[in-house]
């Protein structure tokens, strides 16, 4: 079985600062990948970052780097140089091979301070 | 490349009336998945679709809950009756199909918000 766990319900961060979203992971499977996606208020998912499990490096898009622990089963996500309009929740996933089952976290919603 | 495609976008209905949601997904997605938000919570994989068959409906409950995609794009999602207990969000995402071992992203629709009354 899979599962994620957000321990950070809600987050503050001054605009222009970094912040790191928490995300530990628990699945059965040798293979598998970690997402994280934005959803602002108008309620859409919006793909962030991928990493997989055998990825030796850890991957960034732009702004967003995800910091991919495997042996502490953690992949939280950092965001740099926040802006306000990343103001929004913030969902961590993982997925097994193939993609066929992919079990979301809780979410962490951030607050961007101007 | 248009996204995926939901409609409607909001719904209220009175209790142990019928409702459904339309999705069209992503132009050579394969994939499609209907999720449903309850306010608060991450997305919970309802049923998944590889071209037109039906591959994962654990989550789905059958009694009063039904899918379809015909002809392997367009999909619909069915409730009869509503319960009060079905107002949440219903997403629809798609994503490239099983081709290989890659694990690749889903692509999310803006969601239908349905409130129960």
């Known amino acids: 079985a899979q599962k994620i766990t957000q321990t950070q319900p809600g987050m503050f961060v001054q605009e222009k600062e970094a912040v790191t979203l928490d995300c530990t992971y628990d699945?059965?499977?040798?293979?598998?990948?970690l997402f994280w996606y934005k959803q602002p208020s108008s309620g859409e998912m919006i793909f962030l970052i991928y990493?997989?499990?055998?990825?030796?490096q850890n991957a960034t898009e732009g702004r967003y780097s995800l910091n991919f622990q495997k042996a502490r089963k953690s992949a939280n996500l950092v965001i740099s140089a926040s802006q306000l309009g990343d103001s929004a929740m913030y969902f961590c996933?993982?997925?097994?091979?193939?993609?066929?089952?992919?079990?979301f976290g809780a979410g962490t919603r951030l607050f961007v301070k101007a | 490349e248009a996204g995926v495609v939901q409609s409607p976008r909001y719904k209220i209905i009175e209790k142990k009336q019928p409702v459904a949601f339309w999705c069209n997904p992503i132009?050579?997605?394969?994939?499609l998945y209907w999720y449903r938000q309850n306010l608060g919570q991450g997305p919970e994989l309802l049923i998944r679709?590889?071209?037109?068959?039906?591959?994962?409906d654990s989550q789905l409950p059958k009694d009063r809950f039904s899918a379809e995609r015909l002809k392997g794009v367009d999909s619909t999602l069915k409730i009869q009756p509503a319960e009060l207990g079905d107002s949440a969000v219903y997403l629809c995402?798609?994503?490239?199909?099983?081709?290989?071992?890659?694990?690749?992203?889903?692509?999310f629709g803006p969601g239908t918000r349905l409130t129960v009354t």
């Open positions: 132009s050579g997605h394969n994939t």
């Open positions: 996933a993982v997925s097994n091979t193939g993609g066929f089952k992919t079990i």
């Open positions: 995402a798609s994503s490239y199909g099983q081709a290989s071992l890659k694990i690749y992203e889903q692509y």
């Open positions: 699945t059965s499977d040798p293979s598998y990948g």
């Open positions: 990493q997989g499990s055998y990825d030796q």
């Open positions: 679709y590889e071209n037109e068959e039906a591959v994962d």
